[in-house]
């Protein structure tokens, strides 16, 4: 181990907390991890399998082309401006990912060990899938940021041309992180930087939709307003990792907006609800390559998300939709906004706004996972085919195969 690698684990080591349990999905049997769920004798549909996967295509990009050099956020056009310097729209999926003493190191069982290069050859030449929002849990696991299974992921998804956003979701939601969160973030990520330094398709996300948690964050105020113009906290919490990263690499680095992602409160949006909208104007004076994320959920199902992207493009910063999900069934408590939110925002096609949905792993529920084929769910990567998908899963494979331009519309 080298010293900087050493030096890492030892900050990571010291400034981590009490192991949480687990979360869990109630309406899911624990099972081995990363296989699909049984299937029902009488069910006529088999269930896929990895060895059922044969890409129709060849389309992956050639090994090198991480290593041809920088992706970079062109200030002009906001677009996304790739390796071989064309346009890129990232359109693709978050998955969990690393292991630790053979327990997944973030939602048990959903781990993406399973995750082989026939499937990887999947996403890439019949999702048409060309980045992951790779989920990572500090807090279950100390040494996540030097676990070999996350180093075999990135190696695995990047030799296929698949862009891999490394996302700290160890915060929880909704709330500030603290110092020592922040400190855990800076350490792990500048030596996953280090380490990555030659591999342009390495991204970095270092915190998961901070801020906004009613009487737990510095931008609750009200439910309604959630304004964040009165304190800069959203900045102070990047600023760290940022210079982190950008002492070994000048990747991009995406930012997520304040309340749960969605930048905005519970009514109707206004700008100085948005940590982006009005910080990110501010960050983009000192760093380049900055990417900032939304995520749609039921805060959006009732309003229009072009207002945002619309604002965001005008004050000269590129978005892209970090998280988004929803399925036509779920009626409970706030999941039955996804729906609405997710169709709005996938129907409204934005150009030069990429969009990730969530979630690839097979344990969530229905209405987040992406590959519900006949009510059943599967590992994204054990799905080859649209035929009898549904939920969220119908509408990114209709919008991998048909994107918008990739350059924003201004």
Known sequence: MG??????????????????????????????????????????????????????????????????????????????????????????????????????????????????????????????????????????????????????????????????????????????????????????????????????????NPHNEPGGKVDQSAYHLNLNKALVTEDDAWVQWHVPVIEAIRDYSDAIVVLDDTHWGQGKGTGEFELGQSAVITYGPQLNEKYENLLYSVHVYERWAEYDVAEYFDAAHAVGVAVVVGEVSGHQTEQTGITRGYWPAATRLFELREPGVGILAWHGNSRFSSATSVARRFGRRFPIWQVSSEAGLDGIGVLLWDFAHNPPPAIPER
């Open 3 to 204: 010293g900087a690698l050493l030096a890492v684990l030892l900050l990571v080591a010291a400034c981590s907390s009490t192991p949480n349990e687990a979360a869990g999905d109630p309406d899911q049997p624990r099972s081995s991890v990363g296989t699909a769920q049984p299937i029902d004798p009488a069910d006529p549909v088999p269930p896929p399998t990895t060895e059922a996967v044969v890409p129709t295509t060849t389309t992956a990009a050639p090994p090198a082309y991480c290593e041809a050099g920088p992706f970079r956020i062109d200030p002009e056009t906001l677009a996304i401006i790739d390796p071989l310097g064309e346009p890129f729209l990232p359109v693709g999926i978050n998955l969990t990912g690393g292991v630790y003493e053979g327990e997944n190191a973030f939602w048990e069982n959903s781990s993406s060990v399973g995750l082989t290069q026939l499937g990887a050859a999947n996403l890439v030449d019949n999702w048409q899938i060309n980045t992951v929002r790779l989920n990572l849990n500090s807090e279950l696991d100390p040494n996540i940021w030097i676990d070999p299974e996350l180093d075999r992921l990135i190696e695995l998804l990047t030799r296929n041309g698949i862009v891999v956003m490394l996302e700290n979701h160890s915060s929880g939601t909704g709330f500030d992180p603290t110092d020592q969160e922040i400190a855990i973030v800076t350490a792990g990520m500048s030596g996953i930087a280090e380490r990555w330094a030659d591999n342009s398709c390495v991204w970095f």
